[in-house]
């Protein structure tokens, strides 16, 4: 496994844990600077992944791949694929923090953020309907370009558009918490789907079901980047233990 892969991994683990709080915004742009640095090479993925082929008895891919690299309850670790013209519908991230690297082609990124004071506290709407928003700069990002990052706060809403020529994007995501991770009161988070509206001079988000033009299939992850995963689980796991005792 690449050094620079095992390095993302590793400051993923310390910028997430708990234990680190006072640290935490420090960790994060370290981790955001190590994360800005990732290739699609640093992943052990071999170009032939990114081609727009088509497979199966329909003659097309699903629209987006998706591919598993780690999860647990501090944060999740993925790849996703998105074919041309394609997208990931406006979905929102509740509470989440997130860094989302593209490693090939190009991809559009359009946050919006829900409109709420700096000292009002976060809440969790398990049935949202209407949320309001503003609506934040679209996010043009491509292998040469830094993170697009989200915070519990900040562009927590998006839609991400394959663009471009290349006929494949495909991006690296860090999220944490990850998607069904527990919250006390409400449980498991959800992702939910929207669709924008204005009502006035009001932007709101209207919350839809799950679209039916947005599926992935699965690709395999390369067993040496599962390998590196398990070795810094268990290299986390390790010290957490060790400062217990």
């Avoid at 090479?41 to 071999?46: F, G, K, N, T």
């Avoid at 699965?218 to 398990?230: D, G, M, Q």
Wanted: charged fraction near 20%; glycine fraction near 4%.
């Amino acid at each position: 496994m690449t050094t620079h892969f095992t390095n993302v991994l590793r400051q993923a683990f310390k910028t997430f844990d708990r234990a680190n709080h006072a640290s935490f915004n420090a960790n994060l742009q370290h981790l955001r600077q190590l994360t800005d640095e990732l290739t699609h090479r640093d992943l052990h993925l071999r170009e032939e992944l990114f081609r727009n082929v088509d497979v199966g008895v329909s003659g097309r891919r699903a629209p987006c791949s998706y591919m598993h690299i780690f999860e647990d309850e501090h944060f999740s670790m993925s790849l996703f694929i998105v074919r041309e013209r394609s997208d990931i519908p406006l979905h929102d991230h509740p509470m989440m923090f997130g860094l989302l690297r593209c490693i090939w082609g190009q991809l559009l990124v359009q946050s919006y953020s829900q409109q709420m004071g700096a000292d009002d506290s976060l809440t969790y709407d398990p049935h949202p309907t209407l949320v309001k928003v503003n609506a934040e700069e679209p996010n043009l990002v491509t292998p040469d370009s830094p993170c697009a990052v989200l915070t519990p706060r900040r562009r927590n809403y998006h839609q991400i558009t394959q663009t471009g020529n290349g006929g494949v994007s495909a991006f690296f995501d860090i999220l944490s918490p990850p998607y069904d991770a527990d919250m006390p009161v409400y449980g498991p988070r959800q992702c939910r789907f929207y669709s924008p509206r204005a009502d006035g001079g009001q932007l709101q988000l209207q919350c839809i079901p799950s679209p039916a033009t947005y599926y992935c299939d699965v690709v395999e992850t390369p067993e040496s980047v599962l390998e590196a995963a398990f070795q810094c689980a268990d290299e986390a796991y390790n010290a957490a233990n060790a400062s217990e005792t």
